[in-house]
């Protein structure tokens, strides 16, 4: 499978202080890679410096082996990099229906619609005038992931679309996970939960202190090497 | 009785320039939080436009607005880009200092181009037309100014709520990096709200130069007048900038009313009287 995104010493900075290491990554199409670590690791910080919100250096981060480390966030958004971002940050201005509208924004061809995100999640579709400040935690999320399908990304990107939701909530979000990617998008997933995580990826990095500690396929890592990674224990 | 009936509709229709001096500079508010200080002076300089596109085309300045519209927008758009954009961040003061440093070089240009001497736009008689309400006299250009401004007002309702541009525009002033990550570039959705907001003050200023004579000093008094509109009706509210303007407007010919000097004094008073009640003023933005 081609690549189609690579990071090569990825560093990424808040100022004075360094928030990634020389990260080496690299994403193969239709994947679908978990990224674990622990409070602080610096997962978000990965997110962001893909989809552009982070500036770093150019040739870090290489998409269809196109440098776009130093993008704006629109720009690699109309390269089909889609963000779902922690904490949902939906519009609060702007109705349910004018969120997902406004992810078509891009105006990529492809598989998802309106049409496409309500058939996904019906819910929305009988409260799409509603502000989207009135939905519970569940439906919001459902929220940032249809406007980020709306795109119609070839890489989509999660960061805790389980935090702070029940498990019933998770569980339906994550049962959606499969007809996400099996429209043939490339998925990174940003979860605290391992099992779960694992349980929908085929590869796996672990993020700790802002350096890589640990990957591999998801079948072949020891629940004592993630612990070892997630941690920085000694093995 | 109906002397008071006539000078409270005469408030109101001036109220209809007040709104439109402010619309802009609340669209401006609400999208980028940028408080635009040189605001009357660009309600000013397009008079000044309006006036050389009346002399030297020799047409009415209603139809002067088919010019001095989309240049106001491209002179928006490009002093966004341009300037403004840079001056915007986490610190409220370089926006000020840039929009008074911009308010000062405009007035100046305008007084050397122009001279101190006050001019006024030759609207063909319409300035001294009224029509006969049951023995009140209305003007026809308040008249319009006022029917004018609701049509502005309502068009950049429909803008707001219902176009994409408008989306945008509400987006990227909830949340400027995920709105970016939607594929927003917020410079230029910043550069469109700019133009949209100049090409309304395109309007305010041949309307205002049609009414009364004006000269390159007088931006700061439409500013503050804009200003009022704005806090009276409730930031980020357009209907409730009509109603500011509104206020503003019946309070000031009341005021001119009781006494000619008591005018813009009693402008004043009604502003701080709204703010000493409702400190967010009548009709605060509700989100969605
Ligand atoms: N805006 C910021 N300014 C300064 N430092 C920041 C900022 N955002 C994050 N950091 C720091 O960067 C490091 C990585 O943060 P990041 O948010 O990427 O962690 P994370 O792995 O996503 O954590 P969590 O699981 O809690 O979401 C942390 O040490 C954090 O304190
Ligand atoms: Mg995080």
Same mark, same amino acid.
């Given at each position: 499978m081609p690549e189609l995104l690579e990071l090569s010493g990825l560093d990424a900075h808040y100022g004075d202080f =360094? $928030? #990634?290491?020389?990260l080496d990554m690299t994403v193969r199409e239709g994947e679908v890679i978990a990224i674990i670590g622990a409070n602080g690791a610096g997962k978000t910080t990965l997110m962001r410096s893909i989809s552009g919100l982070l500036k770093n250096r150019s040739e870090d981060v290489r998409y269809k082996g196109q440098p /776009?480390?130093? +993008? %704006?966030a629109d720009q690699v958004a109309e390269l089909g990099i889609a963000l779902v971002p922690e904490g949902r940050q939906?519009?609060? *201005? #702007? *109705?349910v229906e004018e969120n997902l509208l406004i992810g078509g924004k891009v105006g990529r061809e492809g598989h998802w619609s309106l049409r496409a995100v309500y058939d996904l999640f019906p819910i929305l579709e009988e409260r799409? %005038? =509603? $502000? *989207?400040? *009135? +939905?519970?935690g569940g439906q919001q999320q459902m929220v940032a992931i249809g406007r980020a399908l709306m795109a119609n990304p070839d890489l989509i990107l999660f960061d805790? /679309?389980? +935090?702070? #939701?029940a498990p019933v909530v998770i569980r339906q979000i994550y049962d959606a996970l499969p007809g996400i990617v099996g429209q043939g998008m490339t998925a990174m997933i940003v979860e605290q939960d391992i099992t779960k995580a694992l349980s929908v990826s085929s590869r796996v990095y672990c993020l700790q202190e802002g350096r890589i500690s640990l990957e591999g396929a998801t079948g072949e890592v020891s629940h004592e090497d993630i612990t070892a990674a997630y941690f920085g224990m000694d093995t | 009785m109906i002397e008071w009936t006539g000078v409270i509709v005469q408030g109101v229709l001036l109220g209809g320039l007040y709104a439109l001096f402010a619309a802009g500079l609340s669209l401006i508010f609400g999208v980028m939080r940028l408080v635009n200080i040189a605001h009357g002076d660009l309600i000013i300089l397009a008079a000044y436009m309006g006036l050389t596109t009346t002399v030297m085309l020799g047409v009415h300045p209603f139809l002067a607005l088919l010019i001095v519209m989309p240049v106001m927008a491209g002179l928006g758009y490009v002093l966004q880009r341009g300037i403004l954009n840079q001056t915007?961040?986490?610190?409220?003061?370089p926006p000020l200092l840039v929009t008074f440093g911009l308010s000062v070089i405009i007035q100046n240009a305008l007084l050397e181009t122009y001279t101190a001497d006050p001019r006024k736009l030759d609207g063909g008689g319409i300035e001294v037309a009224s029509i006969d309400l049951g023995g009140l006299a209305i003007g026809v250009l308040p008249l319009m100014t006022f029917l004018i401004a609701v049509a502005v007002i309502a068009g950049l309702q429909f803008v707001f709520y219902r176009t994409a541009l408008g989306r945008g525009f509400r987006a990227v002033s909830d949340n400027q990096d995920i709105a970016q990550l939607m594929g927003l570039n917020k410079a230029h959705v910043f550069g469109l709200a700019m133009a949209l907001a100049l090409a309304v003050v395109a309007i305010a200023g041949i309307l205002l130069g049609m009414r009364t004579s004006f000269d390159p000093a007088i931006g700061g008094g439409r500013l503050i007048f804009g200003f009022e509109a704005v806090i009276i009706g409730g930031l980020g509210n357009l209907w409730g900038t009509l109603a500011g303007g509104v206020i503003l407007g019946v309070a000031q010919t009341i005021g001119a009313k009781i006494d000619p000097g008591f005018q813009i004094l009693a402008g004043h008073i009604a502003f701080l009287i709204v703010l000493a009640v409702r400190p967010n003023g009548l009709f605060p933005r509700v989100d969605h």
């Open positions: =360094q $928030a #990634l290491y020389g /776009i480390g130093a +993008l %704006r939906l519009f609060p *201005s #702007l *109705s799409k %005038r =509603q $502000a *989207s400040t *009135s +939905l519970s805790e /679309i389980s +935090l702070g #939701l | 915007l961040g986490d610190d409220i003061l």
